[in-house]
């Protein structure tokens, strides 16, 4: 079964940081675009960042609320998926999911096994 | 950007049920619509605006190209009550509308 399971969350101070954690089973990410999306309480959901699989260089891409802030990056040998977040603001306040990106041949068309979610909220 | 309409709808089951999504330039059919449950994660529904991902139920069906997209759902089950999201992979970045509410009349 594929799965992927998100840890790392918890209360942070403004300005400071986190590193959130995506452990996979049943697939191997460094063959497969992953992403990270957030969803505000009570709220719509927001596309965070990505990154590509290994033979398309894991360039990564990001949303311009978090480009600078946030990386996205991938431990192959840990089969897991990461996202630092510094300089931290209130709005960052989320559950943040970890995605797989569904291609059909090279062509990106959605996100299809989604982990269980993480809560980061950000306050003083 | 995406605009999901209507934000909130009231009906039946047994119900037709139509959705909209319109993106703010053309994305040809790289639109994708997604379930979401009350404390649970999205799950997809439909990419390419029609194709129906496996395992999802029948009555589920979605349309169109450009700019104006629809999911229809032919006849409300109860488990069906749920939010639903659009999403263009077209481009960056990868845009969510701001989700439809299905509630029971």
């Known amino acids: 079964e594929v799965q992927l399971v998100e840890s790392g969350g918890g209360l942070v101070q403004p300005g400071g940081s986190l590193r959130l954690s995506c452990a996979a089973s049943?697939?191997?990410?460094?063959?497969?675009?992953m992403d990270w999306v957030r969803q505000t309480p009570g709220k719509g959901l927001e596309w965070v960042g990505r990154?590509?699989?290994?033979?398309?260089?894991?360039?990564?891409e990001y949303a311009a609320s978090v480009k600078g802030r946030f990386t996205v990056s991938r431990d192959d040998s840990k089969n897991s998926l990461y996202l630092q977040m510094n300089s931290l603001k209130t709005e960052d306040t989320a559950v943040y999911y970890c995605?797989?990106?569904?291609?059909?041949?090279?062509?990106?068309?959605?996100?299809?096994?989604w982990g269980q979610g993480t809560t980061v909220t950000v306050s003083s | 950007q995406l605009t999901q309409s209507p934000s909130f709808l009231s009906a039946s089951v047994g119900d037709r049920v139509t959705i909209t999504c319109r993106a703010s330039q053309g994305i040809s059919s790289y639109l994708a619509w997604y379930q979401q449950k009350p404390g649970k994660a999205p799950k997809l529904l439909i990419y390419?605006?029609?194709t129906l991902q496996s395992g999802v139920p029948s009555r589920f069906s979605g349309s169109g190209s450009g700019t104006d997209f629809t999911l229809t759902i032919s006849s409300l089950q109860p488990e069906d009550f749920s939010t639903y999201y659009c999403?263009?992979?077209?481009?960056?970045?990868?845009?969510f509308g701001g989700g439809t509410k299905v509630e029971i009349k």
């Open positions: 990154t590509r699989d290994k033979a398309n260089r894991d360039t990564t």
């Open positions: 995605v797989r990106g569904m291609r059909v041949t090279t062509v990106f068309y959605g996100m299809d096994v």
């Open positions: 999403q263009q992979v077209k481009s960056y970045p990868l845009a």
């Open positions: 390419a605006a029609s």
């Open positions: 049943g697939l191997t990410l460094s063959d497969h675009y």
